[in-house]
């Protein structure tokens, strides 16, 4: 037979699951803020750009074609990132109309920045060579 908990013991159950409710809910709010967003995405871009471009071991120097377009991605992620920030914060079509647009070209310069980086990957082998 399961004993019966006593009143304090009820009690200190709950505020231990409200204690963690609001460190779950902490969690989640560092997690969209955008500041935070911003800043884990371009620590994934460095640590790309920096392991695709070798110069991460240190043994050979960076390019400046792909450190240049490494660059244009990040700002192209960035804006496109508080494109969709200000899309989501607004519920008014007007905002999501100029969000829209505001996205179509965030991906214009992501084709771009993607175009340069192709091109500057291409100058770098030819410059190995």
Do not use: C
Not at 53 to 67: F, I, N, Q, W
């Amino acid at each position: 037979m399961a004993k019966k908990k006593s009143l304090d013991d009820m009690r200190s159950e709950a505020y231990r699951r409200q204690d963690n409710l609001a460190s779950d809910i902490d969690e989640l709010v560092d997690r969209v803020h955008p500041v935070n967003a911003v800043t884990r995405w371009k620590n994934e871009l460095v640590g790309s750009v920096k392991g695709f471009s070798a110069a991460g071991d240190e043994k050979s120097p960076a390019t400046l074609p792909v450190a240049i377009a490494g660059g244009v991605i990040g700002v192209v992620l960035i804006g496109a990132g508080i494109a969709a920030a200000i899309a989501l914060s607004d519920g008014e079509e007007k905002s999501a109309k100029k969000s829209s647009k505001a996205e179509k070209k965030a991906e214009a310069e992501k084709a771009k920045a993607a175009e340069h980086m192709a091109k500057a990957k291409e100058k770098a082998r030819a410059a190995k060579d």
